[in-house]
């Protein structure tokens, strides 16, 4: 008999995890919801990450272990997790982070129930290194329920702080018309952006997600060649320019859907947004970067005005 594919795959890319991805497996274990696949692609770990997933792996015939034979990014890794699943419904997972029980159970019967909702995704609670609620890093992610799919566009680029809905939940066979992650740091933002072509984000407020505070994310690097050798696994300067390549990559996708959005008024959304001065002030700072990164130092350090929310000024993307 063939085994009945699972209706939702949770993907769940990792780099040397080991001291919390027991915490986030058990998490996903105990939802109310049981009718899924748990894949769980290991970017060549070189700490304890194997044997705790081989652990619950033999346990659990949910548990599906990938091991790549070397770190390819987390980019590529969070793309392999959704290639390999076969649900109806994606939902990604970091290894950090833990559900509530009815996380899956209440996201799955919101997409269910209404059909123009590309993304459902939980209220966010941040957690610390020992669990405790803690308030979230960024905003909460407000719904996006416009019928107009340009003004859904617009709010999703707009939407300000950390991008939550990402570890939401997606309709498999939407992200299989999008363009996934890309190799720059950020391009979540790109790919909500485009989920809100295809329909509404609802958030579902009973659901939650425990979003995890520590040092070593991905959103604490402030060095962005460093941070483009995590997203793609080797240190660039092109894919440093995290803001051209955003801005890129949002041109692209905006000519992409025409049987949906007109591809002239999401370009007259992105040129609204590009043409701001803060956007250009960006621009010309990663240019600059790519010639003399020394020189970008200085010019970011004359032009910066600190305050209350200059801590998070690299807060654009959840990636983990």
């Known amino acids: 008999m063939t085994k009945k594919d699972a209706r939702i795959t949770l993907a769940m890319p990792v780099y040397n995890g080991a001291n919390f991805i027991a915490e986030a497996i058990e998490s996903i274990l105990a939802q109310t919801w049981t ?114 799919a340009a003004q859904r566009f617009r709010e999703a680029i707009t939407m300000s702080g950390t991008c939550f809905p990402i570890f939401g939940v997606f309709r498999r066979d939407q992200l299989e018309k999008s363009t996934l992650h890309r190799s720059y740091y950020g391009s979540d933002r790109a790919l909500l952006a485009e989920m809100a072509i295809f329909g509404g984000f609802k958030r579902v407020d009973e659901a939650i997600f425990y979003n995890r505070e520590h040092p070593v994310r991905s959103i604490n690097i402030d060095d962005k060649v460093a941070r483009s050798k995590w997203q793609n696994g080797q240190a660039s300067r092109l894919a440093a320019a995290e803001h051209i390549n955003l801005a890129r990559h949002l041109f692209e996708i905006a000519r992409r859907h025409g049987d949906i959005a007109s591809p002239r008024r999401l370009r007259r959304v992105l040129w609204a947004r590009s043409l701001r001065p803060r956007e250009l002030g960006r621009y010309s700072l990663e240019l600059t970067s790519m010639i003399s990164p020394k020189l970008a130092v200085g010019l970011k350090s004359a032009f910066s005005r600190p305050g209350p929310s200059s801590p998070n000024r690299h807060r654009q993307s959840t990636s983990h």
């Open 35 to 148: 009718d899924f696949e748990l894949i769980i692609t290991d970017n060549a770990s070189d700490d304890e990450t194997p044997a705790i997933i081989e652990r619950f792996a033999k346990a659990d015939e949910r548990v599906r272990y990938v091991r790549n034979e070397r770190n390819i990014g987390a980019a590529a890794n969070y793309n392999r997790g959704f290639e390999l699943g076969s649900g109806e419904y994606l939902k990604w997972c970091a290894h950090d982070d833990r559900l509530s029980p009815n996380f899956l159970e209440a996201c799955i019967a919101t997409l269910d129930a209404d059909p123009s909702l590309a993304v459902a995704f939980a209220s966010t609670t941040g957690i610390d290194l020992e669990g405790t609620e803690i308030v979230a890093t960024g905003h909460e992610t407000q719904s996006i329920l416009s019928d107009d």
